[in-house]
């Protein structure tokens, strides 16, 4: 979609994420895009003349004219705008479009290396502060907060693991839980998966947020609210810790895939939607595909990857066969090189020493499925 910013006409924005990045210089669209496909939730937006050919792929919007026609629409439309665009062209920017701190968007602007990030408006009560802490860490940045009253030092609920990929199953219960934490009410945080390095502070959580083994033991406790972290899917009996609870997805899941010459998506799409099902496991927790070099430019595999925004990693069948496998094939070695392709491809990516499927064999399709233990 290509936006023709004019003085006096509305933009028509689709708005699929929370928060919007713009850029508006080359090495700026290099950056913006880098944090658009690490960090969910967010739209992109920058101008046509930089387009690569994907835009459409990926859900980026172009714009032509001044970025600063786009700003009112973003200022209706998002929670949060970040902005690779200097300082002081930004400030001059938005000063038309303030009304107030409870109804301002977070803006945070990145200077064009990516070396810092900067809150610039709403920073607590439009998380503007948190914003920023969340994406200098996914940039390796030095964050930028000058507020004076930054002391709350807790939990953004819906950041929650956003520099890590992960996502949220329903945004239903951002705002209560969100309303949890900061108002110091009892709070219980079940991490089954992913990332375990999520809090940043040099001190410790706060004495309301307490960490819990299972989802049963949190709700013996009787807490206010909760966050979930897990890739599977909960049991009828855990469903009550989500009545003021956000379920969030970190990206675990491996799926080790050999397919026969040709296999279309469909099929493929079909096995990995079956055998998820089975295992009980979230679609929104896979983060990667792998197989086999030889099936590099598989059509298949390209578009399933590509349309789940999964990272597609290929072996050679001498890293393959270095891998210890339970289930090794004569077959499968006198077609491939390998022993095996969906096992120890699984294997290899994750890190895992067993998996949560070894192998299953259904049509032209085999696949592996492991998760990325932390």
Same mark, same amino acid.
């Given at each position: 979609?290509?936006?023709?910013?004019?003085?006096?006409?509305?933009?028509?924005?689709?708005?699929?994420?929370?928060?919007?990045?713009?850029?508006?210089?080359?090495?700026?669209?290099? /950056?913006?895009?880098?944090?658009?496909?690490?960090? !969910?939730?967010?739209? &992109?937006?920058?101008?046509?003349?930089?387009?690569?050919? @994907?835009?459409?792929?990926?859900?980026?919007?172009?714009? #032509?004219?001044?970025?600063?026609?786009?700003?009112?629409?973003?200022?209706?439309?998002?929670?949060?705008?970040?902005?690779?665009?200097?300082?002081?062209?930004?400030?001059?920017?938005?000063?038309?479009? /303030?009304?107030?701190?409870?109804? @301002?968007?977070?803006?945070?602007?990145?200077? @064009?290396?990516?070396?810092?990030?900067?809150? $610039?408006?709403?920073?607590?009560?439009?998380?503007?502060?948190? &914003?920023?802490?969340?994406?200098?860490?996914?940039?390796? =940045?030095?964050?930028?907060?000058?507020?004076?009253?930054?002391?709350?030092?807790?939990?953004?609920? @819906?950041?929650?693991?956003?520099?890590?990929?992960?996502?949220?199953?329903?945004?239903?219960? &951002?705002?209560?839980?969100?309303? !949890?934490? $900061?108002?110091?009410?009892?709070?219980?945080?079940?991490?089954?998966?992913?990332?375990?390095?999520?809090?940043?502070?040099?001190?410790?959580?706060?004495?309301?947020?307490?960490?819990?083994?299972?989802?049963?033991?949190?709700?013996?406790?009787?807490?206010?609210?909760?966050? $979930?972290?897990?890739?599977?899917? /909960?049991?009828?009996?855990?469903?009550?810790?989500?009545?003021?609870?956000? &379920?969030?997805?970190?990206?675990?899941?491996?799926?080790?895939?050999?397919?026969?010459?040709?296999?279309?998506?469909?099929?493929?799409?079909?096995?990995?939607?079956?055998?998820?099902?089975?295992?009980?496991?979230?679609?929104? !927790?896979?983060?990667?595909?792998?197989?086999?070099?030889?099936?590099?430019?598989?059509?298949?595999?390209?578009?399933?990857?590509?349309?789940?925004?999964?990272?597609?990693?290929?072996?050679?069948?001498?890293?393959?066969?270095?891998?210890?496998? #339970?289930?090794?094939? #004569?077959? $499968?070695?006198?077609?491939?090189?390998?022993?095996?392709?969906?096992?120890? =491809?699984?294997?290899?990516?994750?890190? =895992?020493?067993?998996?949560?499927?070894?192998?299953?064999?259904?049509?032209?399709?085999?696949?592996?499925? =492991?998760?990325?233990?932390?």
């Amino acid at each position: 979609m290509t936006l023709v910013l004019e003085e006096g006409k509305q933009v028509s924005l689709e708005q699929t994420g929370t928060y919007a990045i713009v850029a508006i210089t080359k090495h700026g669209v290099e /950056l913006a895009r880098h944090l658009h496909n690490q960090f !969910s939730q967010t739209d &992109l937006f920058y101008m046509s003349k930089f387009e690569r050919g @994907d835009e459409q792929r990926r859900n980026i919007s172009l714009f #032509e004219g001044n970025v600063r026609l786009l700003l009112p629409s973003l200022f209706r439309t998002y929670k949060g705008i970040i902005m690779i665009v200097s300082l002081g062209a930004v400030v001059r920017m938005i000063a038309p479009l /303030l009304k107030d701190k409870k109804t @301002d968007p977070a803006v945070v602007v990145i200077d @064009d290396k990516g070396q810092h990030v900067i809150s $610039v408006l709403s920073g607590h009560l439009g998380g503007a502060n948190e &914003l920023t802490r969340e994406v200098a860490e996914l940039l390796g =940045a030095a964050p930028v907060i000058t507020t004076a009253s930054d002391v709350q030092k807790t939990i953004a609920v @819906d950041l929650f693991g956003s520099r890590f990929g992960w996502t949220w199953e329903s945004a239903d219960k &951002l705002t209560p839980v969100s309303a !949890s934490v $900061v108002n110091e009410e009892q709070v219980a945080i079940i991490q089954e998966s992913g990332e375990r390095d999520w809090w940043q502070y040099d001190h410790p959580l706060p004495h309301t947020i307490k960490m819990y083994s299972t989802i049963e033991d949190a709700l013996e406790a009787k807490p206010n609210a909760a966050l $979930v972290v897990t890739h599977r899917k /909960l049991k009828q009996e855990e469903q009550p810790i989500l009545n003021n609870g956000v &379920l969030y997805r970190p990206k675990v899941i491996v799926l080790g895939i050999g397919c026969n010459r040709g296999t279309s998506e469909e099929e493929i799409n079909k096995v990995i939607q079956t055998t998820l099902e089975e295992l009980q496991f979230s679609i929104k !927790s896979v983060k990667a595909i792998c197989s086999i070099d030889l099936k590099k430019n598989e059509e298949g595999l390209l578009s399933i990857t590509d349309k789940n925004n999964w990272e597609f990693i290929c072996y050679s069948a001498e890293e393959l066969n270095r891998t210890l496998i #339970e289930d090794p094939s #004569e077959t $499968v070695f006198k077609f491939t090189g390998a022993y095996g392709v969906s096992e120890p =491809a699984a294997k290899l990516y994750s890190g =895992a020493n067993t998996l949560s499927l070894v192998k299953k064999k259904s049509g032209n399709v085999t696949i592996s499925v =492991a998760v990325i233990p932390y």
